[in-house]
């Protein structure tokens, strides 16, 4: 039986990447629409730690800590602005297997650190261990540099963070969503160091050029509903 989920999503970067469009088309499902801001499509990698994950009723003190490590498009389905998740790699093997076999998301077991570098940034490295998988590399650091942000509705800022459902891929070829709640994402600019990277290529994308646009947020309290079969939406 699937179950809605609590959990605390803590210490994120949410860095950006703008592309063409059709570049993130060729790699959607059928049933969903790539969503553009000023003509631009996104891939963004969002690191952090998945905090106290439990089922939805019972006490954070009983949950998991888990960091995580996503890449993620902006999709609109039926004219609701979504995330479209392609992967997301996580430290824990038994809350990798849950995902997959409960909630169909595309996770993979890594090996992850993510905590303070001594000198108040965050540090975060990834190296995937998933059987069969195409490898992946991920180490950054990072922090806010200014004052918290106060994005308009129309921003890119809330574009790319204020998303309430999430859609993914069953390994049937149905699409799946969930919806999410949780307060407004506390933004503010990051100062951020990626030394690797190699998510992108083993989702089947390249290298986006030029330097992403980020942002960094202490977190929010997430619950998320079980995962629903969008009908009519399979290949």
């Known amino acids: 039986m699937v179950v809605a989920l609590a959990m605390e999503w803590r210490e994120l970067l949410f860095a950006n990447w703008p592309v063409d469009p059709d570049v993130v088309s060729a790699h959607l499902p059928d049933a969903l629409a790539v969503d553009s801001h000023d003509g631009s499509a996104w891939l963004s990698i969002v690191p952090f730690t998945n905090a106290a994950v439990r089922p939805r009723r019972l006490p954070s003190r009983l949950g998991i800590d888990l960091p995580e490590l996503n890449l993620r498009t902006y999709v609109t389905v039926d004219g609701t602005p979504s995330v479209y998740f392609f992967s997301l790699d996580a430290e824990g093997l038994l ?21 303070d570098d001594g000198n108040g940034r965050n540090r ?13 590399r991920f180490q950054a650091s990072y922090e806010p540099a200014g004052e918290r942000l ?86």
């Open 95 to 115: 809350g990798v297997i849950g995902a997959r076999l409960f909630h169909y998301l595309p996770y993979y077991y890594a090996r992850m650190r993510h905590g």
């Open 124 to 136: 975060f490295e990834s190296r995937r261990f998933h059987p069969g998988a195409r490898p992946v």
């Open 150 to 235: 106060d994005p308009t509705p129309d921003s890119l800022a809330t574009f790319l963070t204020e998303r309430y459902r999430f859609y993914t891929e069953a390994p049937d070829g149905s699409v799946r969503y969930s919806n999410v709640n949780h307060d407004p994402w506390p933004l503010y600019p990051a100062d951020v160091t990626i030394e690797e990277n190699t998510l992108f290529r083993a989702n089947g994308f390249a290298d986006p050029p030029g330097e992403p646009v980020c942002y960094y947020s202490p977190g929010v309290d997430i619950t998320a509903s079980p995962s629903r079969v969008r009908k009519n939406a399979t290949r």
